[in-house]
């Protein structure tokens, strides 16, 4: 089967859904598919560019392709006979960022045009999908709350398990990924002035340079910069593993993510304690606070609590680790059987 995998591309962004997209083009040519993968350059600023991108998308026209695979709004919205979408969300500050406050888009006459054209796009191209697959429960709840539609939850794999044997800690605490606003690093920086004698380190690329600038500010006035290291820059895998293996425990603390998160998966792979947050969304579907990690407000004192909770006991850490791995295998998630649900 010629399979076209489509989704966005915004320059100098690296993250989990690139990685995502990245493998399943690989693990469908495995499987015996011929599997090419497109992106479309996007750009949500200023918001009247959305309407542009959607535009630009309901225009491309396609051949030669038996099926599409689109994981991304707005190339969800490609026109195709045979689309099969693996939503990772929709554009979430049309919907549920919107009703927390958090979208970039205006409640006036121009930003209501730009919500309504958004929502009308998203109906076309759900309608037309052969079906519907999303990546977490909380994004086929979101998906049925704001558009109705239903959807089967097909959770990525993780890539490359092998590199996350696990080992020895070092004694610090790793929040990998994407740094940004809503990853929430800053918490654990403003944490790390309550614990003292813990080691954080922050590893993986800004969206942008005000991001690292941010930090490193941060860094500075919270006085932690002694015990805080920020490689602040796409890691190969292997480096990023080490990191892993070698870690105390893993931080991650997103708001409302729509997936487990590759964050939470690595740890767990390897064997670590996972420290979240109360709102951190599809995380939360296989962290148990007490079990296989930390959950706690999104606040300084209560990370910096379950940080030296962590290095207080680590004959628990290791054993809250071992329940993490547990929980993954427990998933069942490969690629083999990821890609026969998605060509089916």
Same mark, same amino acid.
């Given at each position: 089967?010629?399979?076209?995998?489509?989704?966005?591309?915004? =320059?100098?962004?690296?993250?989990?859904?690139?990685?995502?997209?990245?493998?399943?083009?690989?693990?469908?040519?495995?499987?015996?598919?011929?599997?090419?993968?497109?992106?479309?350059?996007?750009?949500?600023?200023?918001?009247?560019? $959305? @309407?542009?991108?959607? $535009?630009?998308?309901?225009?491309?026209?396609?051949?030669?392709?038996?099926?599409?695979?689109?994981?991304?709004?707005?190339?969800? %919205?490609?026109?195709?006979?045979?689309?099969?979408?693996?939503?990772?969300?929709?554009?979430?500050?049309?919907?549920?960022? &919107?009703?927390?406050?958090?979208?970039?888009?205006?409640?006036?006459?121009?930003?209501?045009?730009?919500?309504?054209? @958004?929502?009308?796009?998203? #109906?076309?191209?759900?309608?037309? /999908?052969?079906?519907?697959?999303?990546? /977490?429960?909380?994004?086929?709840?979101? &998906?049925?709350?704001?558009?109705?539609?239903?959807?089967?939850?097909?959770?990525? =794999?993780?890539?490359?398990?092998?590199?996350? *044997?696990?080992?020895?800690?070092?004694?610090? @605490?790793?929040?990998?990924?994407?740094?940004?606003?809503?990853?929430?690093?800053?918490?654990?920086?403003?944490?790390?002035?309550?614990?003292?004698? +813990?080691?954080?380190?922050? *590893?993986?690329?800004?969206?942008?340079?005000?991001?690292?600038?941010? &930090?490193?500010?941060?860094? /500075?006035?919270?006085?932690?910069?002694?015990?805080?290291? +920020?490689?602040?820059?796409?890691?190969?895998?292997?480096?990023? *593993?080490? &990191?892993?293996?070698?870690?105390?425990? !893993?931080?991650?603390?997103?708001?409302?993510?729509?997936?487990?998160?590759?964050?939470? %998966?690595?740890?767990?792979?390897?064997?670590? =304690?996972?420290?979240?947050?109360?709102? #951190?969304?599809? !995380?939360?579907?296989?962290?148990?606070?007490?079990?296989?990690?930390?959950?706690?407000? =999104?606040?300084?004192?209560?990370?910096?609590?379950? %940080?030296?909770?962590? #290095?207080?006991?680590?004959?628990?850490?290791?054993?809250?680790?071992?329940?993490?791995?547990?929980? %993954?295998? #427990?998933?069942?998630?490969?690629?083999?059987?990821?890609?026969?649900?998605?060509?089916?």
């Amino acid at each position: 089967m010629k399979i076209l995998v489509l989704s966005t591309l915004v =320059p100098f962004v690296h993250g989990g859904a690139e990685e995502l997209y990245e493998h399943l083009v690989l693990n469908l040519r495995r499987q015996g598919h011929e599997a090419e993968g497109m992106r479309l350059p996007f750009s949500w600023n200023p918001p009247e560019r $959305l @309407i542009d991108e959607m $535009l630009i998308a309901r225009q491309i026209r396609l051949w030669n392709v038996d099926r599409v695979i689109a994981l991304k709004f707005p190339a969800y %919205m490609v026109p195709w006979h045979d689309k099969v979408l693996w939503v990772l969300h929709q554009f979430r500050q049309a919907y549920d960022l &919107l009703d927390a406050g958090q979208s970039h888009i205006e409640q006036d006459t121009a930003g209501q045009r730009i919500l309504g054209a @958004i929502r009308a796009g998203d #109906a076309l191209a759900f309608s037309e /999908a052969r079906r519907i697959y999303t990546n /977490a429960p909380i994004t086929s709840r979101r &998906l049925k709350h704001y558009n109705g539609f239903d959807s089967e939850v097909l959770r990525p =794999p993780l890539n490359d398990p092998e590199l996350f *044997a696990g080992g020895e800690d070092g004694g610090y @605490i790793l929040a990998s990924g994407r740094v940004n606003a809503g990853k929430r690093q800053s918490l654990l920086i403003k944490a790390l002035r309550h614990a003292p004698g +813990l080691r954080l380190i922050i *590893a993986g690329p800004p969206d942008a340079p005000a991001d690292e600038q941010a &930090l490193r500010r941060l860094a /500075a006035e919270e006085a932690v910069e002694d015990r805080l290291t +920020l490689d602040l820059r796409f890691l190969p895998r292997a480096e990023l *593993a080490a &990191l892993v293996n070698d870690a105390l425990a !893993v931080a991650y603390l997103p708001y409302d993510e729509d997936s487990l998160g590759y964050c939470t %998966m690595e740890a767990f792979q390897a064997a670590k =304690p996972m420290i979240t947050a109360t709102d #951190a969304g599809g !995380v939360l579907d296989v962290v148990r606070d007490g079990e296989n990690g930390y959950v706690v407000p =999104p606040e300084p004192e209560s990370l910096a609590a379950a %940080m030296r909770a962590v #290095a207080a006991d680590r004959t628990r850490a290791r054993v809250m680790g071992m329940a993490g791995q547990e929980a %993954m295998a #427990a998933l069942r998630l490969d690629w083999p059987s990821t890609i026969k649900r998605l060509v089916s």
